[in-house]
C-alpha cells in the first residue's frame, strides 16, 4: 500500500510514490496506490500529462502501470474537496474514504509506504 500526498507542489516525493507503486507492480507485488492531498489532480484524465520532473519516468506511464496491475484509489475527501466525481476520473480509478484505508493498511502482510 503506497499513499502520496504530494503532486506538482512536491514533485520530487510525487514522483517518487508513483515510480514505486509502478516498480512494484512490475515486480509481482500486489499494490494499492491511494491518491490524497494534491496528489488527487492525477486522477483526472489529461493532468499526469501536464506533469514534469528531470529524470524522471513520465508520470502517465507510471499510471498506466499501477492501473494495469493495481489499484488506484483517490481518496473520498480529497475529491470532495475539488469536487471531484466518479464520472471525472481516469477509468479504473475508485473512490474510497478512510474505512477502505483502515482495512487494506490492516490486512496480514501489508506493509504501507507514504509519500
Do not use: N
Amino acid at each position: 500500500m503506497i499513499k502520496v500526498t504530494a503532486g506538482t507542489d512536491a514533485p520530487e516525493r510525487c514522483s517518487q510514490a508513483f515510480t514505486v507503486a509502478a516498480v512494484a507492480v512490475a515486480s509481482g507485488v500486489e499494490v494499492s496506490l491511494w491518491l490524497t492531498g494534491e496528489s488527487a489532480w492525477f486522477a483526472l484524465p489529461g493532468r499526469a500529462a501536464e506533469f514534469e520532473l528531470p529524470h524522471a519516468a513520465p508520470l502517465p506511464d507510471l499510471i498506466d502501470s499501477v492501473l494495469a496491475g493495481g489499484q488506484l484509489t483517490l481518496c473520498t475527501q480529497c475529491a470532495a474537496r475539488r469536487d471531484i466525481t466518479e464520472k471525472d476520473v481516469l477509468d479504473g480509478v475508485r473512490i474510497a474514504g478512510a474505512q477502505v484505508f483502515v482495512q487494506e493498511a490492516m490486512a496480514d502482510g501489508t506493509q504501507a509506504l507514504v509519500y
